[in-house]
Every structure is written in structure tokens, then in C-alpha cells.
């Protein structure tokens, strides 16, 4: 039998927003630096800039940090043994929340391969 702490699973629950407001603030702080350093003047082969990679770079990154969360989420649930309904539900709510959130980054930050950074 798994027990969780209550702090363990109120974290659990909301970590893949939280990985998702991480990416949120470092994709908008690196649109935020890359203008004022002038990385989008910086082209790199292929006619992509040094910004336009960084962001992609970043949004590679959170979508891959919270779909691992999700995938590692939906592991544990499976694997938990059903030995404990509070334990199921908790694992089976933040593998849900992590999906939300997978969905949410492709939502909210596709457009960093088409729009204009600056």
C-alpha cells in the first residue's frame, strides 16, 4: 500500500501546470531577452533565427518535461495496485492534469514556429 502525505499529493496533482507555467515564463522571458539582444536578427542556417530556435528549443523542452511527468503519472497509476482508492484516484487526477497540460502547451505554444517574435 502506497500512502501519500497530503503535500505530496496536492503537488502531484498540479505538477504538469506547474511545468507548464515554468515553460509559459521561459518562453515569454526568452521572447523578452532574444528581442532585446537582437537574436531575431541572428540568422542561422536554413533562415531560422537564433531566436526562433531558442523558443522552439524551450517549447520542445516543456512539451517533453510534461508529457514524461504524464507518462510516469500513468505508470504509477497502473502500477499502484489498486490497493488504495485515495491512492488510484490522486495518480489517475495528476495523469489527467499532466494531459491538460500537454494539451494546453500545444494550444498556447505552437505559434512560436510561425509568428513573428519581436
Not at 2 to 27: C, D, E, H, M, N
Amino acid at each position: 500500500m502506497i500512502a501519500l502525505k497530503q503535500p505530496a499529493t496536492t503537488l502531484l496533482v498540479a505538477t504538469g501546470f506547474i511545468i507548464w507555467s515554468v515553460a509559459f515564463i521561459a518562453l515569454y522571458g526568452g521572447n523578452a531577452v532574444g528581442c532585446r539582444l537582437g537574436w531575431s536578427e541572428i540568422e542561422l542556417a536554413g533562415g531560422i533565427t537564433l531566436q526562433r530556435l531558442m523558443l522552439v528549443g524551450l517549447y520542445a523542452l516543456s512539451l517533453a518535461a510534461i508529457l514524461l511527468f504524464s507518462l510516469w503519472m500513468h505508470r504509477r497509476y497502473r502500477s499502484a495496485g489498486r490497493t488504495s482508492e485515495a491512492t488510484d484516484f490522486i495518480y489517475r487526477v495528476a495523469r489527467d492534469g499532466g494531459v491538460a497540460a500537454v494539451a494546453a502547451t500545444l494550444f498556447c505554444f505552437t505559434l512560436v514556429f510561425w509568428l513573428s517574435p519581436c
